[in-house]
């Protein structure tokens, strides 16, 4: 973490009865004072229409950075500089987790084709046509510094949506299939972004042919899949060890510190790997909580439920107060050297290219995936792809720090682009923020929420249904035909094509039941812990 002037030297270590840095610890009094404030702040604007704590704990930052602005008289605007390391290391991997961990899994995956589409495949219709746009526009507006690896470097930098602030617009309550899609989404979008950009780095770019862009897919799809298979493999390695060792006999801190350290440690392993931490620890979130949280004692269970939960939210008030503070960051702007109008036209072609290469792939893979559903009831409406869209549409941390990486220390790009591309960043996500964030919650009441069909059950009750019916295909349904014989075993093949979603789910349930839960817990596969204060209870339910 750097500080502003918060690097010890011999003055002020002679000026200080400590050996810590007074203006260190001056600067994180404030911070937390800070944090204290967002805090009692959203609690008495929870029920607000329009606002949320994201937006709240952004414009608290921007108040405080223009005070400090102020008191500095116009030197520094800083109580903390953004570090991206900071980000990435400490303050993104308790969300993501938590996130995987807290999760709806049978809603998740039941979604999931649509998460993938959306998280994947849009990212990279979004990151191809931002990166086009802005080949196109930049030059018009008079950038020529930027390389082709910084204009596909704005392409992924600007795809990666802002999940954080996804989690407090929409509710899983209210509206769990839309929260489910567009929180699902916003996970793999941040992970695939991050693994578009760390691709566009690894490769040689100065000779672009059919070779490279093969090259550029196949990085991704190994960073892709090996991220995720990492993510599990430490989630069953975490169920193994809790169970076989039966860790609740003895104490209970040690299954809650296993949990938490096992779970970084996978995210850690990730970025040492080169690999993506998002995809990871969110996948390690998941495993943990269909496995896991089941072999530790009740204790032991509400503990970790509530314990991650609050470093998350602690977290996630932490990066939107550090993002707010950053925007008035007075040496980058004044780097950049930009006219008015100059600023105005980069921001707006960013917001432009965010609003065209979202809507571009979630109404067509929409209207892509309707095509191919049979049930009415199963198919996206405009009205949730237009949600779909809107709610995607905001940036956040992610995309600040990926711009400080690629334009901070640029050896190719001007001193001036790269300071403007920063600002401009900063712009987008400001604006986004704060307009698309407070629009959000009252846009889903008018758009969604009064024209809700109470009749049409929720993508829950659907399932439960197929799976039924499935259920009956499988084994051969007697009333089937005129003789007392069943009728044949309908095929997996067959059922796969018909219901994927949920004959997929219906035989991952019997391999789970048959061969993970056995050896690695669960749900009804955990034997009793006298250690446990309401054990008994558990056994019953």
């Given at each position: 973490?750097?500080?502003?002037?918060?690097?010890?030297?011999?003055?002020?270590?002679?000026?200080?009865?400590?050996?810590?840095?007074?203006?260190?610890?001056?600067?994180?009094?404030?911070?937390?004072?800070?944090?204290?404030?967002?805090?009692?702040?959203?609690?008495?604007?929870?029920?607000?229409?329009?606002?949320?704590?994201?937006?709240?704990?952004l414009l608290l930052g921007l108040c405080a950075g223009v005070v400090v602005?102020?008191?500095?008289?116009?030197?520094?605007?800083?109580?903390?500089?953004?570090?991206?390391?900071?980000?990435?290391?400490?303050?993104?991997?308790?969300?993501?987790?938590?996130?995987?961990?807290?999760?709806?899994?049978?809603?998740?995956?039941?979604?999931?084709?649509?998460?993938?589409?959306?998280?994947?495949?849009?990212?990279?219709?979004?990151?191809?046509?931002?990166?086009?746009?802005?080949?196109?526009?930049?030059?018009?507006?008079?950038?020529?510094?930027?390389?082709?690896?910084?204009?596909?470097?704005?392409?992924?930098?600007?795809?990666?949506?802002?999940?954080?602030?996804?989690?407090?617009?929409?509710?899983?309550?209210?509206?769990?299939?839309?929260?489910?899609?567009?929180?699902?989404?916003?996970?793999?979008?941040?992970?695939?972004?991050?693994?578009?950009?760390?691709?566009?780095?690894?490769?040689?770019?100065?000779?672009?042919?059919?070779?490279?862009?093969?090259?550029?897919?196949?990085?991704?799809?190994?960073?892709?899949?090996?991220?995720?298979?990492?993510?599990?493999?430490?989630?069953?390695?975490?169920?193994?060890?809790?169970?076989?060792?039966?860790?609740?006999?003895?104490?209970?801190?040690?299954?809650?510190?296993?949990?938490?350290?096992?779970?970084?440690?996978?995210?850690?392993?990730?970025?040492?790997?080169?690999?993506?931490g998002i995809l990871t620890v969110f996948f390690c979130g998941i495993v943990?909580?269909?496995?896991?949280?089941?072999?530790?004692?009740?204790?032991?269970?509400?503990?970790?439920?509530?314990?991650?939960?609050?470093?998350?939210?602690?977290?996630?008030?932490?990066?939107?107060?550090?993002?707010?503070?950053?925007?008035?960051?007075?040496?980058?702007?004044?780097?950049?050297?930009?006219?008015?109008?100059?600023?105005?036209?980069?921001?707006?072609?960013?917001?432009?290219?965010?609003?065209?290469?979202?809507?571009?792939?979630?109404?067509?893979?929409?209207?892509?995936?309707?095509?191919?559903?049979?049930?009415?009831?199963?198919?996206?409406?405009?009205?949730?792809?237009?949600?779909?869209?809107?709610?995607?549409?905001?940036?956040?941390?992610?995309?600040?720090?990926?711009?400080?990486?690629?334009?901070?220390?640029?050896?190719?790009?001007?001193?001036?682009?790269?300071?403007?591309?920063?600002?401009?960043?900063?712009?987008?996500?400001?604006?986004?923020?704060?307009?698309?964030?407070?629009?959000?919650?009252?846009?889903?009441?008018?758009?969604?929420?009064?024209?809700?069909?109470?009749?049409?059950?929720?993508?829950?009750?659907?399932?439960?249904?197929?799976?039924?019916?499935?259920?009956?295909?499988?084994?051969?349904?007697?009333?089937?035909?005129?003789?007392?014989?069943?009728?044949?075993?309908?095929?997996?093949?067959?059922?796969?094509?018909?219901?994927?979603?949920?004959?997929?789910?219906?035989?991952?349930?019997?391999?789970?039941?048959?061969?993970?839960?056995?050896?690695?817990?669960?749900?009804?596969?955990?034997?009793?812990?006298?250690?446990?204060?309401?054990?008994?209870?558990?056994?019953?339910?």
């Amino acid at each position: 973490m750097e500080f502003l002037d918060a690097i010890p030297n011999k003055h002020s270590l002679q000026d200080s009865s400590s050996f810590l840095n007074t203006t260190t610890v001056i600067a994180l009094c404030l911070f937390f004072a800070l944090l204290c404030a967002c805090i009692v702040i959203g609690h008495l604007l929870e029920e607000h229409r329009w606002a949320n704590e994201s937006i709240t704990a952004l414009l608290l930052g921007l108040c405080a950075g223009v005070v400090v602005l102020l008191v500095s008289k116009g030197r520094s605007s800083k109580i903390l500089a953004f570090n991206e390391d900071l980000f990435f290391l400490y303050l993104l991997p308790p969300i993501i987790f938590n996130a995987g961990f807290q999760v709806k899994k049978k809603q998740f995956f039941k979604n999931f084709s649509i998460i993938l589409m959306f998280g994947v495949f849009g990212t990279i219709i979004s990151f191809c046509l931002i990166s086009a746009g802005a080949f196109l526009l930049f030059k018009k507006i008079g950038i020529t510094t930027l390389s082709i690896e910084d204009y596909l470097a704005v392409g992924a930098i600007l795809s990666a949506t802002d999940s954080v602030c996804t989690l407090q617009v929409l509710n899983q309550e209210e509206t769990p299939f839309l929260y489910s899609v567009v929180f699902g989404e916003g996970v793999v979008n941040d992970a695939t972004s991050i693994v578009l950009y760390n691709a566009v780095q690894s490769l040689d770019l100065s000779n672009i042919d059919a070779l490279t862009a093969l090259k550029l897919l196949g990085t991704f799809l190994y960073l892709f899949f090996t991220s995720t298979i990492l993510g599990v493999v430490a989630g069953l390695l975490s169920a193994y060890i809790i169970k076989t060792l039966y860790f609740g006999r003895h104490s209970t801190d040690r299954e809650v510190a296993l949990m938490m350290i096992m779970s970084y440690l996978s995210y850690m392993l990730a970025e040492l790997l080169s690999l993506s931490g998002i995809l990871t620890v969110f996948f390690c979130g998941i495993v943990m909580s269909h496995y896991t949280w089941h072999n530790v004692t009740e204790s032991s269970r509400i503990t970790t439920k509530h314990a991650f939960a609050t470093i998350s939210f602690i977290a996630e008030t932490f990066i939107f107060l550090y993002v707010g503070m950053d925007a008035l960051d007075i040496d980058k702007w004044r780097s950049s050297k930009a006219s008015a109008g100059t600023s105005v036209s980069v921001s707006s072609a960013f917001l432009a290219l965010v609003l065209i290469g979202r809507a571009a792939f979630v109404f067509s893979l929409s209207n892509i995936l309707n095509f191919f559903k049979s049930a009415e009831s199963t198919k996206v409406e405009f009205r949730q792809q237009f949600i779909i869209w809107w709610a995607g549409l905001m940036r956040g941390a992610v995309t600040i720090a990926l711009s400080y990486s690629e334009f901070s220390d640029s050896e190719t790009t001007s001193t001036q682009d790269s300071a403007l591309m920063i600002t401009s960043t900063i712009i987008v996500v400001l604006f986004s923020t704060v307009v698309f964030g407070s629009i959000t919650k009252p846009l889903i009441g008018a758009v969604l929420l009064r024209h809700a069909k109470p009749t049409v059950s929720d993508a829950t009750d659907i399932a439960s249904l197929e799976d039924l019916r499935l259920l009956f295909l499988e084994n051969g349904d007697p009333s089937d035909g005129g003789n007392n014989q069943p009728s044949p075993k309908a095929s997996n093949l067959r059922l796969l094509m018909r219901y994927p979603t949920s004959t997929a789910h219906y035989f991952w349930r019997k391999f789970d039941d048959k061969y993970m839960r056995p050896v690695f817990g669960g749900r009804g596969f955990v034997p009793y812990v006298p250690g446990s204060p309401t054990g008994a209870q558990d056994e019953t339910s």
